[in-house]
Nanobody
Framework: QVQLVESGGGLVQAGGSLRLSCAAS????????MGWYRQAPGKQRELVAVIISGGSTNYADSVKGRFTISRDNAKTVYLQMNNLKPEDTAVYYC?????????WGQGTQVTVSS
């Protein structure tokens, strides 16, 4: 059973930084895609950033230049978030795509105060 465990959320003032981490376990297969989505109250879940096994990345326009996604091994992904804005407030979910299946973490709250 694949598990994704997130950490690093919290409360920060506007302009501050946070770093999210996500560690995957329970799979012997390589992870094709890892990434982060977020969901704010009353809104749909949206893509924040993804990184493919070859190293290619994709970001939502709203976070380009402020957020950076990275992987330091095959099963851990990070999201460095700088210059945070109140509109970044949401629950952030780790995502992994493994052999045609999608997996999600339990979510970590990020709150940015103005």
């Amino acid at each position: 059973q694949v598990q994704l465990v997130e950490s690093g959320g919290g409360l920060v003032q506007a302009g501050g930084s946070l770093r999210l981490s996500c560690a995957a376990s329970g799979s012997d297969y390589s992870i094709n895609v890892m990434g982060w989505y977020r969901q704010a109250p009353g809104k749909q879940r949206e893509l924040v950033a993804v990184i493919i096994s070859g190293g290619s990345t994709n970001y939502a326009d709203s976070v380009k230049g402020r957020f950076t996604i990275s992987r330091d091994n095959a099963k851990t992904v990070y999201l460095q978030m700088n210059n945070l804005k109140p509109e970044d407030t949401a629950v952030y979910y780790c995502y992994a795509f493994i052999r045609s299946y999608s997996y999600w973490g339990q979510g970590t709250q990020v709150t940015v105060s103005s």
